[in-house]
């Protein structure tokens, strides 16, 4: 009936036992008159030993020999898998990487998926045998084939570009949890399975989800369309649909790395609202904010950047015909939030810019790769385009521009990202691809504005002071962040605008892993210099904490509820970044458990089960 791809991690396959279950499992789904190709892990930790193993011999081990130890791993699986199977009477033949033709770059431990033959696959499965594919490994084509891996994490990769490449009905991942929660179970107990959550929504989530689905795997079902579910190995519940709308046909070819932008939005019907000195304490936002949604103005970018003494800027984006109402509603609360730090000033002042647009690049290839963003800016510095405002999420980035310019610079990153002039894409929300009905519990209510709540502990904040605020800034900046293979995550310039020895100057400030943070800031310290940049500032002790929705779009007060739930407990936001779907602040690193468990409550997220971690 259907073809099927089902993928099995480690610890559904930690056992003779499990690897057992596992086989009765695909058993039944064969009886049942499916074609199967299964993709399985290595078994249990096997994978962590096998890295053990090379550290005791060299610190830094070679990285092919590398991938010719840890493709081992998924090889013992697959011919056990199959024994298993044929044991049942069911015929199975095992599948290296290489044997299918999953080729992939020529780079070591890292390499990404160019393309999967299908012949063999196909021949086996008209065959009526179930193919067990090793996941997380290649070959590489060029020159002399040599055995790659996708990354930890990779097998995931594997099945769904298998699923992609076969044009399966489905792709089934089996794991030790019931599927996508709500946020973290080890940090909120209250946290709640998800039925479903669309590809753009996951990707967003990457730091709450990576634990559970490779980013990658995600971003190939999203680009190719392929419905994925994600299961528990142990029961027969649902688990968790992660789903993506019908997506325009793409080439099966370059499959991993065709494109890293798939589009360039634009919108010139923006106006920007901006309130300058702020005080930098618990409340501010949420007060803003909440009067602002109290009057029904729906916002669309929020940022918020480094403070500066005590004071900060807040600044936001709403659609050009109720600029008058927010502005009235900005006008009305500045008397009320004076900064103590800047006693001459009586009240925070309100700035209003008419003539904005805000112009986007949107793809899931850009995560974990510091190049796109940096091209983006570079691209816009080259036709003379400056950057007022740069808000960042993990799939998309955002600038407000002259509107006078939005024409230049969108053409100008078509052409950059080879993006051919269509129609904007809106994030879809009620279109799911999914199998058959029959297979998804339809959701009953509708989307909700919140999905789910991330917590990131593993950031750090760097702030540049005093940029020259003129073209080509941003470009450097982020360039050479990418030269050294820096991801940078959320990216904020600020609002505040200083003239000094007659140049106009912003701060702009980003996070990065926390690994990288010494390093990048000894690297830009020693241009700023030269550059004409102020202080380079680093902040480890910091937590970031998110919520996705595509459900919020349009939706006023979505942000108010966040700020709230954050004054409440008297958390200080030190940063806030948005994009359509998503909401992020950075606070401090001690308070980050609990705004998210406060965060995951204000919006009802909580259930009335506790979910017990598996060991
Ligand atoms: N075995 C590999 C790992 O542990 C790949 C995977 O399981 O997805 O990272
Ligand atoms: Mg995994």
Known sequence: ?????????????????????????????????????????AMGKTTDGLVKLANEISPNPNRREMDMLLSTGEQVTIALLSMALQELGQPAISMTGAQVGIVTEAEHS??????????????????????????????????????TTLGRGGSDTSAVAIAAALRANFCEIYTDVPGILTTDPRLVAEAQLMDAITCNEMLELASLGAKVLHPRAVEIARNYGVPLV?????????????????????????????RPVDHVEFDTNQAKVALLHVP???????????????QKVDVDLIIQSVHEGNSNDIAFTVTTPILKRAEAVAAAIAPALRSQSNPKLSEAEVMIENNIAKV?????????????????????????????????????????????????????????????????????????????????????????????????????????????????MAAKLFGLLAQHNISVDMIIQSQ????????????????????????????LTQVAAELGWGEVVLDSAIAKVSIVGAGMVGQPGVATKMFEALAQQQINIQMIATSEIKISCVVAQEQGVKALQAIHAAFGLAGSEKFVVPA
């Open 496 to 523: 505040r605008c200083r003239v000094i020895d007659g140049v106009p100057r912003r701060d702009i400030a980003f996070t990065v892993s926390r690994i990288d943070g010494e390093s990048a800031k000894e690297m």
């Open 280 to 294: 930098d304490k618990p409340g501010v936002a949420a007060r803003l904010f909440g009067e602002i949604s109290r």
């Open 360 to 472: 986007s690049i949107a793809g899931a290839g850009m995560i974990g790769r510091p190049g796109v963003a940096a091209k983006m800016f570079a691209t816009l510095a080259e036709v003379g385009v400056n950057i007022q405002m740069i808000s960042t999420s993990e799939v998309k980035v955002s600038c407000v521009v002259d509107a006078a310019e939005c024409d230049r610079a969108v053409i100008a990153l078509r052409s950059a990202f080879e993006i051919e002039a269509k129609e904007q894409k809106v994030e879809s929300r009620g279109e799911f691809l999914t199998p058959n009905s029959s297979l998804l519990t339809p959701h009953s209510s509708p989307t909700p504005p919140v999905r789910g709540v991330a917590l990131d502990l593993n950031q750090a904040r760097l702030a540049i002071r005093q940029l020259p605020d003129r073209p080509g």
């Open 110 to 147: 890292r390499a990404r998926i160019l393309h999967i033959e299908t012949t063999r696959l196909t021949r086996h499965i008209n065959e009526g045998k179930v193919v067990v594919v090793a996941g997380f490994q290649g070959t590489s084509s060029a020159g002399e084939m040599e055995i």
């Open 230 to 258: 994600v299961r528990s190995s142990w029961t027969d519940a649902p688990g968790t649909w992660v789903t993506s709308a019908k997506p325009q046909g793409r080439s099966l070819i370059n499959l991993e790395i065709a």
């Open 1 to 41: 009936m259907a073809l099927i791809v089902q993928k099995y991690g480690g610890t559904s396959v930690g056992s003779v036992e499990r690897i057992q279950a596992v086989a009765q499992r695909v058993y039944k789904t064969v009886k049942a008159g499916n074609s199967l190709v299964v993709v399985v892990s």
